[in-house]
């Protein structure tokens, strides 16, 4: 089984605690009543889905229930690192190994 570190909880909890609640770090339009239809399909719908490094919205819905954001390699679906929400996107970096990891962190 899948195991998922929450950052509040601070321990790995199995994937079926979690809820994965889409892309992360997506910017709410500051006046969202006044942008194009356009723009705001492109905030509403449109994601990147990138084949590699994904930042995502977790949710522990069956643990504390908090937001967080994780870093997963969608192509071997492991998860590099979880951070609190409100935090800054980590960077992140393919090691000699092919495995991503924290950028200038060992292997
Ligand atoms: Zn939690």
């Excluded at 892309?23 to 705001?40: L, T, V």
């Amino acid at each position: 089984m899948l195991l998922i570190h929450c950052p509040y909880c601070q321990e790995d909890r199995p994937e079926l605690e979690f809820r994965n609640t889409g892309e992360a770090h997506i910017e709410r339009p500051k006046d969202i009543a006044a942008i194009s239809d356009e723009a705001f399909e492109a905030f509403f719908f449109m994601r990147t889905n990138p084949k590699g490094v994904a930042y995502e919205r977790w949710r522990h819905i069956h643990g504390c229930a908090r937001f967080f954001n994780a870093v997963r390699d969608t192509v071997s679906d492991r998860f590099v690192t979880t951070y609190k929400a409100g935090e800054p996107r980590v960077e992140v970096e393919r090691g000699e190994n092919g495995v991503l990891k924290l950028k200038g962190a060992a292997q």
